[in-house]
Structures are given as structure tokens and as C-alpha cells.
């Protein structure tokens, strides 16, 4: 079983839709959670962080459920310009905290 | 500002071939440094990781290597490519939290 795990999609929605994307863990002592954004042939570039309360960052919104070891981003009134990949990804706690990236989410927004 | 570089952007080397990737960062001081590899339809994968020149430590035994000559560069090499080594190699730099990716190299290896 992978650490993280993500559906693949593709997601494919109309513009001004609300997609919800899940991602789950498996290490419960993972500590820390991020969405990056992954455009197509590009690199992965920070979208959001995920804190245990929730958070919104405009039109995004991200939220942890710890007891059930999932992560969630919402996308509300999508743009076109939200077409890429999203990846979730956790801190692994050690000697040397690790980066662990799920494989992402696919999302295409069509006119 | 925080900059980073990658070259080449893309390569096509034949299996059996050295290889040898850059990765350079500027606007920061003692950087800690990171080699991911990005195979089609899966996640990054750590290979690499340097808190400082000539610390590197290895996250998965293959036949990459990875050097730190100075503060600020990080290398990626290979001594005889194999085809499974084909993928999109990224150079990130950043805390043990948030991390910023350089452009990458695309690699394919016939």
C-alpha cells in the first residue's frame, strides 16, 4: 500500500464547477500536510498547506481529518487556469523529516 | 530572491551511458538540497538529499550518485544509465517542510 494515496482522475468539470479532491495516509504519526500544484511538463510549486483547523486561500479551501488519516482540497467557481495536478503530501517524522508525495490528481476545467 | 536552475532540460542518452545533471542555486546560503525523480503516473521519489558540501545522503540504493562540490551546487550522476532511469529528474531546495523545485531535465534513456 502506498503512504499516500490519491485518486488519479482525471477530473473533468465544467468551468465555475466545485471539484473536491481526497487524499489519504497511512502513517498516523505523519505530523504536516501540503497541496502542491503541478502543471503539466512542470515542476511542483506550493499551493496551500493543510492545518487541523482548516484553511482557505481564496477560492481554495483545504482540511485534515486526523482519525480518519485524510486530506481534502476544494476548488470552488474553477477557472480554466485550474487545469493541472494536484499532489497531497505529508511529513514523515524522523531523524530527518520526508517529504512524501502522493501520485496526484488530474484536473482538466473546460469552457 | 531564491532562484533555481537545472540543466539540460531534456536528454536522450543511450543505456550504458554516463550521465551527469546540474543543479544550481542562487539568493540563499547553506541550502539544504534535494534529488527527486518523477516516473510517469507515480509520485516523487527522494533519491538524494544534502545538508551541506560533500554531506549527501542516499534515500534509495541505485546506480545514481549524487555530489555537493560547493555550497550551492548539486549533482546528479550516473556512471552506465539504465532504461528504467528514464524520468523526470527535479532539484529542490528548501526546509525539511516547503520546498521549491527547479525547472527539471527530462530524461530519456533508448
Known amino acids: 500500500r502506498k503512504e499516500v494515496e490519491q485518486d488519479p482522475g482525471p477530473f473533468n468539470v465544467p468551468e465555475g464547477a466545485t471539484v473536491a479532491f481526497n487524499c489519504t495516509y497511512s502513517?498516523?504519526?505523519?505530523?504536516?500536510f501540503f497541496w502542491y500544484r503541478q502543471d503539466c511538463r512542470k515542476e511542483p510549486k506550493l499551493l496551500m498547506s493543510?492545518?487541523?483547523s482548516g484553511n482557505e486561500d481564496g477560492r481554495f479551501t483545504a482540511q485534515l481529518n486526523r482519525a480518519s488519516q485524510y486530506i481534502s482540497l476544494l476548488i470552488r467557481d474553477s477557472k480554466l487556469s485550474d487545469s493541472a495536478t494536484y499532489l497531497c503530501?505529508?511529513?514523515?517524522?524522523?531523524?530527518?523529516?520526508?517529504?512524501?508525495f502522493g501520485a496526484g490528481t488530474r484536473l482538466a476545467v473546460h469552457p | 530572491s531564491q532562484t533555481i536552475h537545472q540543466w539540460p532540460a531534456t536528454l536522450v542518452q543511450p543505456v550504458g551511458s554516463p550521465l551527469s545533471l546540474e543543479c544550481t542555486v542562487e539568493?540563499?546560503?547553506?541550502?539544504?538540497l534535494y534529488w527527486y525523480r518523477q516516473a510517469a503516473g507515480r509520485g516523487l521519489q527522494l533519491l538524494f538529499y544534502?545538508?551541506?558540501?560533500?554531506?549527501i545522503s542516499s534515500e534509495v540504493p541505485q546506480n545514481l550518485s549524487a555530489s555537493r562540490p560547493q555550497d550551492r551546487q548539486f549533482i546528479l550522476s550516473s556512471k552506465k544509465l539504465l532504461l528504467s532511469d528514464s524520468g523526470f529528474y527535479l532539484c529542490?531546495?528548501?526546509?525539511?517542510?516547503?520546498?521549491?523545485f527547479g525547472p527539471g531535465t527530462r530524461l530519456l534513456v533508448l
Open positions: 539568493g540563499t546560503s547553506n541550502p539544504n
Open positions: 502513517n498516523s504519526a505523519s505530523q504536516s
Open positions: 493543510v492545518y487541523s
Open positions: 544534502s545538508v551541506g558540501i560533500g554531506q
Open positions: 529542490a531546495f528548501g526546509g525539511q517542510e516547503t520546498q521549491y
Open positions: 503530501v505529508v511529513i514523515r517524522q524522523g531523524g530527518y523529516n520526508k517529504l512524501i
